[in-house]
């Protein structure tokens, strides 16, 4: 199986001081990675040194299309903790798409295409019947759930999720298990979860994470 994401003796942190030093991994492109760890140390770090969020202070990361170094992939990110505006005058469906801006030119309009893609994604995550709610309206469990939609509109090659299930319910948090396991069946999937029983029967690399980091493949 082909790499696309590779660190080679990573090491990043902040403020000059060292968080996660030294980390050579590999993202294969049908990888679930499950990084697990205590409060503080690094897992969120080590998600923003593989998203190219923050630099390496020595190592690099790679990005790969078969044996070429590239500069992008297409990516899905949901974020712990968003800082969206919940104020903002902007719909369910103006949030998720934006996740499809890289799909076509700045001065471009979205098309019929574009939201048939956002129904279906709104639909994975069953609010669709939200779409036309201003975000304001919107519980943290459901606005979590309208970011997730965001991450996966534009099917991407690797998907990031720090916490997906934070504010959300059981049955939504089932919901988007359910969604996760299906979705690693066509992309990488990079979780950082602090349920780590849930976590080391999904991965197939887990990640452990405190200071020093720590990787072993499942299965």
């Not at 403020?15 to 993202?27: A, E, P, S, T």
């Amino acid at each position: 199986m082909e790499s696309i994401i590779t660190l080679q003796n990573a090491t990043a942190g902040y403020d000059g001081r060292v968080q996660v030093k030294g980390v050579n991994l590999n993202i294969d492109s049908h990888d679930f990675i499950g990084i697990v760890g205590p409060n503080g140390g690094g897992k969120t770090t080590l998600l923003r040194m593989i998203l190219k969020l923050l630099p390496t202070m020595e190592g690099k990361v790679c990005y790969w299309k078969g044996d070429t170094e590239t500069s992008h992939l297409a990516i899905g990110y949901l974020p712990q903790y968003s800082n969206i505006d919940r104020e903002f005058p902007i719909s369910v469906e103006e949030v998720v798409l934006q996740g499809l801006n890289a799909s076509k030119s700045l001065l471009r309009r979205f098309n019929a295409d574009h939201r048939q893609k956002v129904r279906k994604a709104l639909d994975q995550l069953q609010i669709a019947d939200l779409a036309r709610n201003p975000i304001k309206r919107l519980s943290g469990g459901q606005l979590q759930r309208v970011l997730f939609a965001r991450a996966i509109v534009g099917e991407p090659e690797v998907l990031v999720l720090d916490e997906p299930n934070t504010y959300v319910d059981r049955k939504s948090e089932q919901t988007m298990r359910s969604l996760i396991r299906e979705l690693s069946a066509k992309c990488a999937i990079i979780m950082v979860s602090h349920d780590t029983d849930y976590i080391v029967g999904a991965a197939n690399k887990l990640v452990e994470v405190n200071e020093k980091v720590t990787i072993r493949e499942t299965f």
